[in-house]
């Protein structure tokens, strides 16, 4: 792929969805777009980058974004989060928040649903310390086709082996043909927005924790303290941020600031 | 090293299996049915069972079911690794003990989550 036509991109990118594209990912245009050239009978990359040229089709620069922003997911990723969400915080939410009972999570890219799928597992593990609680969870992205999968809640063979304890997928999974499909009771606790981080969402009341991992890595610094800036808007003073493995908010935003002995986890500065 | 015990009647499922646990630091010993299976843990207890469940001579059902009430036999990590991908089986495997189950076919990644949730990484 040449300069010109990378800069075209990855300007369009910055621009939709915030991901900032380094040229070493170059394979990455090529290995996701290639796909959606062909959907639209052109021979490849260089045809779709001169169709852009001609006419910005809105249907086209949306696909180039959903498919580039698109991230594999796993149940449990990473395990460690998971488990300090539920031996950390829930039980200090449970506690801090006796007298409400409400308990609400955002789960700020979601992708194809395995995390708030995994949160909500959490949640119905402790359904007995629980009762008479209301929980919710938002679980949002920018794309589109990820949240229709995530809804159905059906996975391949392969996807539910990448992380979910065997236990689980008894316990909360059917069977349907060759795929496995998360029982009702587990996606009726997931509630599906589409959401553009760089776009406003104060509307969408606060929460007691978010999960926003593996998003802000796309992210310039501006961009980064931005989001997170507005995302602690939207948190109560003992709210809870989990970022993933590779972010931080150290050197990006002071709205936020790093809870001793808890990797990975934010408290609302 | 902990030692994993892989179970398949298939030579070419047993070496790839061996490749990837012993890049995870496993050391291996192989058996090719649920008999030779339970002399191998009669000799040696290992850490780790990784266990076909079709076998001639005896199924990975019934060595799981009678490893269990060996002496010492409660103690391995079993996890089984077979083609037989419906409820009903994975239900039966972890009624006999299973502590994990993989669905054929499987990869490096697959092998090392399970064996990273059931506690052997």
Redesign the interface.
Same mark, same amino acid.
């Given at each position: 792929m040449n300069q010109t036509d990378f800069e075209l991109l990855s300007s369009i990118l910055k621009e939709r969805s915030g991901l900032v594209l380094t040229p070493d990912k170059t394979y990455l245009l090529e290995s996701r777009l290639v796909p959606i050239a062909r959907k639209r009978g052109m021979a490849g990359l260089e045809d779709l980058v001169s169709s852009i040229r001609q006419s910005k089709d809105e249907a086209v620069l949306s696909d180039i974004t959903e498919a580039m922003t698109t991230n594999e997911s *796993?149940f449990f990723r990473d395990?460690k989060p998971f488990d300090v969400f539920e031996k950390e915080v829930l039980p200090k939410l449970l506690e801090s928040r006796a007298d409400k009972k409400t308990l609400r999570i955002w789960c700020a890219a979601a992708s194809t649903g395995q995390e708030p799928y995994s949160l909500a597992i959490v949640l119905k593990e402790n359904a007995a310390k629980m009762a008479g609680w209301r929980t919710e969870i938002v679980a949002t992205d920018l794309s589109n086709e990820v949240l229709e999968k995530a809804k159905s809640g059906l996975y391949s063979? *392969?996807e539910v082996?990448?992380?979910l304890?065997? =236990?689980f997928?008894?316990k909360y999974f059917? =069977?349907v043909n060759e795929m496995w499909q998360i029982d009702a009771s587990i996606r009726g606790m997931v509630q599906y927005k589409p959401l553009n981080l760089l776009e406003n969402f104060g509307g969408m009341g606060t929460f007691d924790v978010v999960f926003c991992r593996n998003v802000l890595i796309y992210f310039d610094q501006d961009t980064k303290a931005e989001v997170l800036g507005r995302t602690a808007k939207i948190m109560p003073s003992d709210g809870m941020l989990f970022l993933g493995g590779a972010e931080t908010v150290l050197g990006v935003t002071d709205k936020f600031k790093p809870v001793d002995g808890l990797r990975g986890v934010y408290a609302v500065a | 090293m902990k030692k994993c015990l892989v179970v398949d009647d298939s030579k070419v499922i047993r070496m790839v299996a061996r490749r990837i646990l012993e890049e995870l630091n496993f050391e291996i010993e192989e058996a090719v049915d649920g008999q030779d299976a339970l002399d191998a843990c009669n000799r040696t207890m290992p850490d780790a069972v990784l266990l076909d469940w079709n076998m001639p001579v005896k199924s990975g059902i019934e060595f799981l079911r009678d490893l269990r009430k060996t002496d010492g036999g409660g103690d391995p990590v079993v996890v089984f690794c077979t083609t037989e991908n419906d409820m009903s089986h994975i239900r039966e495997a972890i009624e006999a003990g299973a502590n994990e189950y993989i669905m054929k076919p499987f990869d490096r990644e697959i092998i090392e989550a399970k064996f990273a949730q059931v506690g052997l990484l």
């Open positions: *796993f395990q063979q *392969f082996q990448r992380g304890p065997i =236990q997928l008894v059917n =069977q | -």
